[in-house]
């Protein structure tokens, strides 16, 4: 399913269904969320502390052991969340730690953000590292002051019933889409079969789409 090849990662993507964030312990293809809590996963990972857990000051060393592991490939799920109960000025601090650690690694950075978009995308701004929007689900005029400043956009189970982030996928580079199930029980080929669908193309086009964006992030 990887190639090896000489690269940072030693992995290169060739199309197939890969799973950009997700929380399942099944083995499949694409990123695993590990909210550091509990042992570092063996497969591919992101290590990331939730807004949810942003008084969680224990979370940070077992952050920065998971960060630095090499199947660690990226930074997150972190971010803003305007419904969950830590104030936002401590979600902020813990975000822009989490950030300076991404750019430090030079890893890309997932990004969890809910009702903060205007905030998130300006602590994210001139990153030199990939900056993900995980779970989006909102109206195409955000997907596209998203887009237009680099930002990618991960779609998931909502792009299946929502008809709001159907146009939000439509009007996005397809340069910059990523799917994933998140928590959701969903199949992942299910996501790759919808955004076929919206495209108007074949599941193996979408693959290569995911594939070649996937090479860009995880360079
Ligand atoms: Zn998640």
């Known amino acids: 399913?990887?190639?090896?090849?000489?690269?940072?990662?030693?992995?290169?993507?060739?199309?197939?269904?890969?799973?950009?964030?997700?929380?399942?312990?099944?083995?499949?293809?694409?990123?695993?969320?590990?909210?550091?809590?509990?042992?570092?996963?063996?497969?591919?990972?992101?290590?990331?502390?939730?807004?949810?857990?942003?008084e969680r000051t224990e979370l940070w060393k077992q952050l920065t052991t998971a960060a630095s592991d090499p199947s660690c490939v990226a930074i997150g799920e972190c971010g803003l969340d305007n419904l969950v109960s830590?104030?936002?000025?401590?979600?902020?601090?813990?975000?822009?730690?989490?950030?300076?650690?991404?750019?430090?690694?030079?890893?890309?950075l997932i990004v969890h953000c809910v009702r903060q978009h205007e905030r998130?995308?300006?602590?994210?701004?001139?990153?030199?590292?990939?900056?993900?929007?995980?779970?989006?689900?909102?109206?195409?005029?955000?997907?596209?002051?998203?887009?237009?400043?680099?930002?990618?956009?991960?779609?998931?189970?909502?792009?299946?019933?929502?008809?709001?982030l159907q146009n939000s996928f439509l009007h996005c580079p397809t340069d910059l889409i990523l799917l994933e199930t998140d928590d959701s029980p969903i199949p992942i080929e299910t996501l790759y079969r919808q955004a076929a669908a919206l495209l108007n193309t074949s599941v193996e086009t979408v693959q290569e789409i995911i594939a070649a964006n996937l090479n860009k992030i995880l360079k």
Do not use: W
């Open 120 to 164: 998130t995308a300006h602590l994210c701004r001139d990153l030199s590292v990939s900056v993900i929007f995980h779970g989006f689900n909102r109206k195409q005029t955000i997907a596209e002051q998203l887009t237009a400043r680099g930002f990618y956009l991960s779609f998931g189970a909502s792009l299946l019933k929502n008809l709001s």
């Open 1 to 54: 399913m990887f190639k090896t090849l000489p690269s940072r990662y030693f992995i290169i993507f060739e199309p197939m269904f890969f799973d950009f964030h997700h929380h399942h312990h099944d083995g499949r293809a694409g990123i695993y969320n590990y909210d550091c809590k509990g042992a570092v996963p063996q497969n591919p990972f992101s290590a990331g502390i939730h807004p949810a857990d942003a």
């Open 86 to 108: 830590p104030p936002l000025t401590v979600q902020e601090q813990l975000f822009r730690q989490q950030i300076r650690l991404a750019e430090d690694l030079q890893k890309p």
